[in-house]
C-alpha cells in the first residue's frame, strides 16, 4: 500500500476517534471539536490535502487554475442572478414605478446569466476528471483556513432588545470588556407572532397553594371528557378579565379548572429597521428578521434567536455574529460540490494528457 494512502487511513481514523468522543451522548464533551487536537489534526489534513492537489494536478497545473477561475465567475454569475432576480420579482409585486427598478433589476440578472453560460463553458472545456478531483482537495483546503479564520476571530455576541422601543444598537460590547462599533443603527420597530389555528384542552387541579396540571382533555362532538367520565360541553366555557382564553371552574374539593390551552407557536417575526451609510449618503431599509433567515450588514450577520414577555413590552433575543472566514469556507463547500459532482461525472481526460502527466 502506498505511503500516501496510509497517511490519508490514519487521517480519516483520527477524526472519527475525536468525532466520537465529542458527540458520545454519555461520555462525550462538544469542547472536543475546539481543542487542539482537532485543530492540529485539521491543519495536518488541509496541508495533506494541498499537496495531493498540487500532485494529481501535475504537469497541468496552469489549465487547472483556469478553469478553478472561471468556475468561480460562474458561481459568481449565479448569486447576481438569485439576487438581483429575487429583486427584480419584489420590485414588480409594488407596481408603479418601482417597474423601472424591477426592469433595471432583471438586466443585471440576465448579465449574470451570461456570465454563467460563458464561464461554465470554459470551466467545463478546461476540466476533466483528475482536475475536477484535485479541485476538490482544494476546495477542502479552502474549507479548513475558513473555519480556522473564523476559530480565530469569530465575534458572536447576544444582544436584547425591546420591540416598538425608541431603542437603537450601534455598538455591542464583547465579552472582556472592548467595545465595537457596528458601522449601521439596528432597532427593531415591530414584532409579530403566529399561532396555530388548533384547540385543545387541559384539566387543573387546585394543590399545594397552586393549580397543577391533571391531563388533557380530548374534544369530541363538541364536549370534553373528564377523567371521572363527567361530560362538560365546550360551549360552557367562558371568557372573564385577565384570562386570555376560555375556562370553566368545577366545584368540588379540590377545586378543578377546564382551560383551553394556548395554542403552539407557529412562527415569529421582527421587522427591524436599518440605518447605514452607502457611499457617504445615509441609506435606511427594513428587513424582516425570522428564525434561520438573518440580516446581513457591514459583514455583520443579526440572527433571531428567541423572544419573551415582560412589563416594557416584548424582548427580543438576538445574536451579532462577526465570521471573517464564513465567505471562505462557503466557497470552499461549493468547490467541494461542483467538482465532487464533475469528477463524477464530467469527461475523462484525453490518453495524451495522461501519458503527458
Same mark, same amino acid.
Given at each position: ?11 480519516? !481514523? ?23 487536537? &482537532? ?31 472561471? *468556475? ?41 446569466? %451570461? ?19 484535485? !479541485? ?45 462599533? *457596528? ?30 396540571? &391533571?391531563?388533557? +382533555? ?5 364536549? %370534553? ?65 425570522? &428564525? ?6 457591514? !459583514? ?15 424582548? &427580543?433575543?438576538? %445574536? +451579532? ?14 468547490? +467541494? ?21
Amino acid at each position: 500500500m502506498r505511503s500516501s494512502i496510509i497517511i490519508t487511513l490514519m487521517l480519516i !481514523g483520527a477524526a472519527c476517534v475525536l468525532l466520537l468522543a465529542g458527540g458520545f451522548p454519555l461520555m462525550g464533551a462538544p469542547a472536543v471539536y475546539r481543542s487542539g487536537a &482537532v485543530m492540529l489534526l485539521g491543519l495536518v489534513a488541509a496541508l495533506t490535502c494541498a499537496v495531493a492537489g498540487w500532485r494529481i494536478a501535475a504537469g497541468e497545473r496552469l489549465r487547472l487554475l483556469g478553469g478553478l477561475i472561471s *468556475l468561480f465567475f460562474a458561481c459568481a454569475g449565479l448569486a447576481v442572478v438569485w439576487q438581483f432576480g429575487s429583486q427584480a420579482v419584489e420590485m414588480a409585486h409594488m407596481g408603479g414605478p418601482m417597474w423601472f427598478g424591477a426592469v433595471g433589476m432583471a438586466c443585471t440578472g440576465i448579465v449574470g446569466i %451570461l456570465f454563467t453560460g460563458l464561464f461554465g463553458f470554459l470551466a467545463k472545456r478546461a476540466m476533466h476528471t483528475r482536475l475536477w478531483l484535485a !479541485g476538490a482537495h482544494w476546495a477542502l483546503v479552502l474549507i479548513a483556513t475558513g473555519a480556522y479564520v473564523d476559530y480565530c476571530s469569530e465575534q458572536r455576541i447576544p444582544i436584547t432588545m425591546t420591540a416598538g422601543a425608541q431603542e437603537t444598537l450601534s455598538e455591542v460590547h464583547t465579552a472582556d470588556g472592548r467595545i465595537l462599533p *457596528l458601522d449601521f443603527t439596528l432597532s427593531v420597530e415591530q414584532f409579530e407572532l403566529t399561532r396555530y389555528n388548533t384547540r385543545n384542552y387541559s384539566l387543573h387541579r387546585f394543590e399545594r397553594g397552586s393549580w397543577q396540571t &391533571v391531563c388533557p +382533555l380530548v374534544e369530541k362532538e363538541g364536549t %370534553l371528557c373528564l377523567p371521572n367520565g363527567r361530560q362538560v360541553a365546550v360551549a360552557d366555557l367562558r371568557t372573564a378579565p385577565g384570562m386570555p382564553h376560555p375556562f370553566r371552574l368545577l366545584q368540588g374539593e379540590p377545586p378543578q379548572l377546564i382551560m383551553q390551552d394556548i395554542p403552539p407557536v407557529r412562527e415569529y417575526k421582527a421587522l427591524c429597521r436599518v440605518d447605514t451609510l452607502y457611499r457617504g449618503r445615509p441609506e435606511t431599509r427594513r428587513v424582516t428578521l425570522r &428564525v434561520n433567515e438573518p440580516l446581513s450588514c457591514k !459583514g455583520w450577520m443579526v440572527y433571531l434567536m428567541n423572544y419573551r414577555e415582560s412589563a416594557a413590552g416584548t424582548q &427580543v433575543e438576538l %445574536l +451579532l455574529r462577526r465570521a471573517p472566514g464564513r465567505l471562505i469556507a462557503l466557497a470552499g463547500m461549493v468547490g +467541494l460540490i461542483l467538482c465532487s459532482a464533475f469528477w463524477c461525472w464530467g469527461r475523462s481526460a484525453s490518453p495524451s494528457s495522461i501519458a503527458k502527466s
